[in-house]
């Protein structure tokens, strides 16, 4: 087949040549002409309509778009039109995640200012989303380094402030001598060493800011109502983990000083053999004794270097060293050595642990390194006295629920559940301990000791201590000029004009706190911005938050599973909490989109150089058969290579779509009612396909099926249907069916059939969506066999709606069956359902 390329004139049934497609001449004129119309401006007050908000995450302004970018907005906007062809008022706002460490970084290597790197990029990320036809609300926009937002995010720490949600502390942060404190991501390798120059990592102790997400551990974990990702609500789960146990005081000889554990088995507290501190436990210096101490000290020292993983590790050796203090156990009184050792780890729990070498694999570990006692407490039912006494060579850690206790005084006998319960008591009795949950969830550390972010509004008085800035006085406003030495400090430090200043309660000298906020509070509350951006009384409009809130489909990465996407969650609850918001849970439905590959199946990176620019694609291609590409390759939560035989088949399809949209008919278009019948029964079987692929976001199989639709018409192109009602209904069914995933071909299309045809007609992007026709959908005609005596006579071919007497009538006139029955009259006639027809004859 001769295929159509962009530059190619093609000969028509009639005659008469179609200009070829050439997307660089209609998309970026239909994207102006959107813009002027304001067609996808959302009138938020419009409540005659059912709301649909879909939001997408909003990119980090990094420089250029990638092809990833396309892929989570392209089918989002996709579906944006699809709800907005139901009737639905759509809000699909976009905005720029604008604060963050790289624009701190470009600063410090090219010298430029981060608002001036960071704005540069936020434009011309702006052209590229234009350029994907993409029907965001732009007059929604919002950029988190303006002052008129990230004002908000002060006032929402100030209210979380007054409702004690966040608090200062000091704690350990990763600290490098030459560069200053460091993020995360910024400490490298096993041995923990600073991304830029390479020294060991030290821990400092800084005083931090913190807010309380740990209140909201429990209802984090709970998702009802919510159509999220399996994957996503198993993440978080685990993230906040829980577990029930019992937090146990010990008293230590010769000081008042008492070591708090948590236990997730009180049950075998008669088996505990030593407890063991983490390094970073305060009580540390409080209890070594001096001969102890340079050793602990050299122990405490090597261990803070090391990982987290590589201490909490169940394999390997443990390694510890005693205190020289002893704790007393307070159910027998048992003197028990307290031991630092790193494999308890300073975050989790109290930082200590009861060791009950028999019952936990790395407890037992350890006691045999150190040679410390292993006292079985729990065995299972009806194991004899002699099995119980023999020495363990693993650790029993299993509890079967009818597991007994075992050595363990007046408990002995009962069984583990009932034992939990009776020590427990035991110990609140005596006030030396109680049932407690514990979660794994930490408090989130919002300080960052960097420039580019929200500064945190408080200042510090000599005589009045912390002091909130009133509300009044926000925005506390990045100064612009400040010093990149490149010290590694923080710059706004060095800025004297911004760190003094006064007291707003006593009038003072005082200084301003210069750490700035984590950019994920920033992206805590975005959304609920988007609906009111311009807004300076309030972060929020109530009656537009009620109106729109929660968020009908969220869509975007799942790297955001226990970071974004769970301190979203926690801002609502506390917006809520505060009364500014209606809803506890910001995002109804959430979709992650699959990861794009290079075409090598690898993962896109500059240095492997598979890397695909979605600039040179829309010059190649045109943005239609991008979007259409990215939307075919795959189901859309897995993704896949990319290919480029796969974007040129869909460069050929658009072809194709074309130049079947501008056939013009021939002189007298006539069909007969058989072809008329198929024709619309693809029209519309595809329709109610495409619909529900659609709804289910299964953007692969629509696409297949809008292929598969201009096939059929393909082949009768040159035939008389062509300008018939079915043929003009079936085009316009493609176009519309098409204007979600290709807007452009599709507005272009449209309108060029209005004009060939005489009509006006308004954009197809406000067009409703086709209505299903059942009945053209369904077989019209069914073929029904015919036996005489069960032996096959002839088959007949009825209207599939004819009632049972007129097919019976017919059957017994056809010319077959009279010749077959030579004159007899039929006993009885059988309908086997609409299968098979019967006549019995003797
Ligand atoms: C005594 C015991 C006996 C324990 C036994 C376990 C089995 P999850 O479920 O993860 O919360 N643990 C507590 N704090 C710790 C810390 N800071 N570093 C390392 N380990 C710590 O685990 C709770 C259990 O992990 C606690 O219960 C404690 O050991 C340990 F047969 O206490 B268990
Ligand atoms: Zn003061």
Redesign the pocket.
């Known amino acids: 087949m001769d295929e159509p390329t962009e530059t190619h004139i093609t000969g028509t049934a009639s005659g008469a040549a179609i200009e070829a497609y050439n997307p660089r001449a209609i998309e970026p004129a239909w994207q102006a002409r959107w813009a002027a119309a304001r067609l996808y401006d959302t009138d938020l007050a419009d409540e005659t309509r059912p709301k649909f908000y879909l939001l997408t995450m909003y990119p980090y302004p990094s420089g250029n778009l990638h092809i990833g970018h396309w892929y989570v907005a392209t089918p989002t906007d996709a579906l944006a039109r699809f709800h907005r062809m139901h009737g639905e008022n759509v809000f699909l706002p976009i905005g720029f995640d604008a604060f963050g460490l790289p624009a701190e970084n470009a600063a410090i290597k090219n010298q430029i200012h981060p608002r001036d790197w960071t704005m540069a990029n936020i434009a011309n990320m702006r052209r590229q989303l234009r350029s994907m036809g993409a029907s965001f609300a732009w007059d929604h926009e919002v950029v988190t380094c303006e002052p008129d937002y990230y004002k908000w995010s002060q006032w929402f720490f100030l209210a979380m402030l007054k409702n004690n949600l966040a608090y200062r502390a000091t704690s350990p942060v990763d600290w490098c001598p030459a560069d200053g404190t460091l993020a995360r991501e910024q400490v490298e390798g096993a041995d923990r060493h600073c991304w830029r120059c390479g020294s060991p990592v030290q821990k400092r102790d800084l005083p931090q800011w913190y807010l309380r997400i740990t209140d909201y551990a429990d209802e984090l974990r709970d998702f009802a109502g919510l159509d999220w990702p399996e994957p996503i609500k198993i993440m978080q789960t685990n993230w906040i983990?829980r577990?029930e146990?019992a937090q146990v005081s010990f008293a230590t000889e010769g000081s008042d000083v008492q070591i708090e554990v948590?236990?997730?088995?009180p049950d075998?507290l008669y088996g505990v053999s030593y407890l063991a501190l983490?390094p970073e436990h305060p009580a540390l210096s409080q209890i070594t004794t001096s001969a102890q101490s340079a050793a602990v000290a050299a122990y405490v020292a090597a261990a803070v270097a090391k990982t987290e993983i590589a201490r909490?590790s169940t394999s390997g050796a443990k390694t510890g060293v005693p205190t020289g203090a002893y704790a007393i156990n307070p159910v027998n009184d048992e003197r028990l050595p307290v031991w630092v050792a790193d494999?308890?780890?300073g975050g989790?729990?109290?930082?200590a642990?009861?060791a009950?070498p028999a019952?936990?694999e790395r407890d037992f570990e350890f006691a045999r390194t150190f040679n410390l006692p292993i006292t079985r407490v729990v065995a299972p039912a009806g194991m004899s006295e002699a099995a119980v006494a023999t020495p363990l060579t693993q650790a029993y850690?299993s509890h079967a629920q009818d597991d007994i206790l075992v050595n363990s005084g007046p408990h002995s006998g009962a069984s583990v559940v009932q034992g939990t319960a009776d020590i427990v008591a035991d110990l609140a009795a005596r006030g030396c301990g109680h049932a407690a949950i514990?979660y794994r969830l930490r408090d989130w550390l919002i300080s960052r000791q960097r420039y580019w972010g929200t500064p945190i509004p408080v200042v510090y008085c000599a005589a009045c201590g912390i002091v909130p800035v009133p509300a009044d006085q926000l925005p506390v406003r990045l100064p612009e000029s400040v010093n990149y030495a490149g010290s590694g400090d923080n710059p706004l430090k060095s800025d004297l004009d911004f760190v003094n200043t006064t007291c707003p309660q006593c009038g003072g000298p005082a200084e301003r706190e210069t750490d700035t906020m984590d950019t994920f509070v920033d992206s805590s509350w975005y959304w609920f911005r988007y609906l009111d951006p311009q807004n300076g009384e309030a972060a929020i409009d109530p009656a537009l938050a009620s109106a729109w809130s929660p968020v009908d489909q969220y869509t975007g990465g799942a790297e955001h599973a226990v970071m974004h996407l769970l301190y979203a969650r926690f801002f609502t609850k506390v917006l809520a909490d505060l009364g500014l918001v209606k809803n506890r849970e910001p995002f109804t439905r959430l979709f992650n989109q699959g990861q794009i590959l290079g075409a090598d199946k690898q993962r896109m990176s500059k240095s492997r150089g598979n890397v695909e620019d979605p600039d040179a694609l829309v010059v190649a291609y045109g943005a239609d058969a991008v979007r259409l590409f990215l939307m075919f390759m795959g189901p859309w939560d897995q993704g896949g290579p990319w290919s480029s035989d796969g974007i040129n088949g869909m460069r050929r399809f658009l072809n194709r779509v074309w130049e079947l949209a501008l056939a013009p008919s021939v002189d007298a278009p006539v069909s007969s009612s058989a072809e008329v019948t198929i024709l619309r029964r693809h029209t519309h079987k595809t329709l109610a396909a495409v619909s529900e692929d659609y709804a289910k976001l299964h953007f692969n199989t629509m696409v297949a099926h809008l292929m598969e639709l201009s096939n059929e018409l393909w082949k009768v192109r040159e035939s008389e249907i062509v300008g018939t009602p079915a043929w003009n209904e079936a085009i316009d069914t493609l176009l519309l069916m098409l204007a979600p995933a290709a807007p452009h071909i599709a507005e272009e299309l449209w309108s060029r059939r209005a004009q060939m045809a005489g009509e006006t007609r308004d954009s197809i992007h406000v067009a409703a969506w086709p209505e299903i026709d059942i009945s053209a959908m369904t077989e019209q005609t069914r073929e029904i066999p015919v036996q005489i005596n069960g032996k096959l006579r002839d088959k007949i071919t009825v209207p599939a709606d004819m009632g049972q007497p007129e097919r019976e009538a017919l059957t017994l006139s056809r010319p077959k069956i009279l010749e077959a029955l030579a004159g007899r009259s039929p006993t009885k006639v059988i309908h086997i359902g609409e299968r098979i027809i019967n006549i019995v004859v003797s």
Do not use: K, P
Not at 262 to 265: D, K, L, M, N, W
Not at 348 to 351: A, C, D, L
């Open positions: 983990g577990s146990g948590f236990t997730t088995r075998t983490a909490s494999y308890v780890l989790v729990g109290t930082g642990i009861m009950v019952h936990d850690v514990n």
